[in-house]
């Protein structure tokens, strides 16, 4: 029997990182109409789509790279 290695663990780690970030992405990308239409007719966005998008957000932002 094989046993998972630290390598592959971490390589399965990102590779779980890197999928939820490109959903996170994709769920902004769809949702952006929302937001356009608020600001063109005054239409309100759902509150859900609001949570869903700040929580797509937060986990872009704790994923960026240290900048400094």
Do not use: I, M
């Amino acid at each position: 029997h094989s046993f998972p290695t630290r390598r592959s663990s971490d390589l399965a780690r990102k590779n779980r990182s890197y999928a939820r970030q490109q959903l996170a992405k994709q769920y902004l990308e769809a949702t952006d109409f929302y937001l356009v239409r608020q600001v063109e007719t005054g239409a309100d966005v759902p509150q859900e789509v609001l949570s869903k998008r700040e929580t797509a957000r937060a986990l872009l932002v704790t994923q960026l790279p240290d900048f400094e």
